[in-house]
């Protein structure tokens, strides 16, 4: 009978995660943990400003070592034993590529499934079994997703199982992108390293805030630190969402929601373009939307300020004119290297081998 129960509870099922689904992050983050560490990366609330500093000396360290080959070969065995998939359901270029050169820089071997027609699930496999069938073989699942909610669901459904292993949300539909703030916030640290780094810095956020995951889940990390202010410049069809919104007011963070964006250039410390989300338009309607005067073009450039930066996710549009990428001020290019350096000392903190890599 006993055994019958304990199989019983650690049953997933459709009912169960519904009820964990509605639950608050407060309540649910405990399960995404293991002894007060991160186990999987589901959500940026699951972040702090502890951890991330964390993170950013040990991602300082890796870049350090990795100029040489003596420092690659030294990188290259702390985690030779450990093997990853990459399960990558939506189109990606550098959370693709930053996360498999992360892993490799550490020595960890990975897989990929990118193309949803070379998995089972098209032979009817259930979606729970496909994930499972991935923690047979490897250490460490990182998922990018149209759905918002998968990689949680992936995870609560391993966490029920009796292996499970990490999940790192790589893109969750419309909602988050946490590994991007991570990339993001060490960015902005940088920049400012010698001018009171992210502290009471005014952060304009540009373009299609209401689908863009990583101004949802960077939004979140930012309003953690003190005196951070925002600045939201987009059409109204195109804002940020209220949940967001409520979050800063519940915090008492200030923002300003805006639609002019030469009024803002002069104003902002960190200035953050994003394309338009057209992915997920129903039918076209990102087209009705007039959008040119959300791009930075070359004529901002003598009103942005001097000690600035402009950061885009990538990939752009016509958010960014090119020629803008020669202007010392323009860090997007730097900004997507160092999501390979945030990404492989992430990976190294889930397994806990910081201590591995030489100070
Ligand atoms: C972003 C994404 O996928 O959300 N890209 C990225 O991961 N660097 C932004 C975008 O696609 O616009």
């Avoid at 996710?313 to 090119?322: K, T």
Wanted: charged share 30%; net charge neutral.
């Amino acid at each position: 009978m006993g055994a019958v129960l304990q199989i019983e509870s650690m049953k997933y099922d459709e009912n169960s995660w519904k009820q964990f689904h509605t639950k608050s992050l407060q309540e649910k983050i405990p399960l995404f943990s293991r002894e007060g560490q991160i186990f999987d990366l589901i959500y940026a609330s699951q972040l702090t400003p502890e951890f991330c500093s964390r993170l950013f000396e040990l991602a300082d360290r890796i870049r350090k070592i990795a100029k040489s080959k003596e420092g690659m070969d030294e990188l290259g065995r702390v985690l030779s034993d450990k093997r990853g998939i990459l399960f990558f359901q939506q189109p990606s270029t550098r959370t693709f590529l930053s996360f498999q050169n992360a892993c490799h820089i550490l020595g960890m071997k990975t897989s990929e499934i990118r193309d949803p027609s070379t998995s089972s699930e098209v032979k009817g496999e259930s979606w729970e079994d496909t994930i499972r069938t991935f923690s047979s073989y490897v250490d460490l699942i990182i998922l990018r997703h149209r759905e918002e909610a998968y990689a949680e669901r992936a995870a609560f459904h391993l966490n029920a199982t009796k292996r499970p292993i990490p999940v790192i949300n790589g893109g969750s539909g419309k909602d988050e992108h946490p590994t991007q703030a991570l990339l993001d916030l060490y960015t902005i640290q940088r920049a400012f390293k010698y001018r009171n780094g992210i502290v009471g810095k005014r952060v304009g956020f540009v373009g299609d805030l209401k689908r863009g995951r990583t101004v949802r889940s960077l939004t979140q990390l930012l309003s953690l630190y003190p005196q951070v202010k925002f600045v939201f410049i987009a059409p109204e069809a195109f804002q940020m969402r209220k949940d967001i919104l409520e979050l800063l007011d519940a915090r008492k963070v200030e923002y300003e929601i805006a639609d002019d964006l030469n009024v803002q250039i002069p104003k902002v410390d960190v200035l953050y373009m994003t394309r338009i989300q057209d992915e997920y338009d129903a039918q076209g309607e990102s087209k009705l939307v007039e959008t040119e005067k959300f791009h930075f073009r070359r004529e901002h450039l003598p009103v942005f300020p001097q000690t600035s930066i402009l950061m885009h996710p990538l990939p752009r549009r016509y958010e960014i004119d090119p020629i803008i990428d020669l202007d010392p001020r323009a860090v997007y290019w730097k900004q997507e290297r160092n999501g390979m350096w945030i990404r492989a000392a992430l990976i190294l903190q889930l397994f806990q081998r910081e201590n591995f890599v030489s100070a």
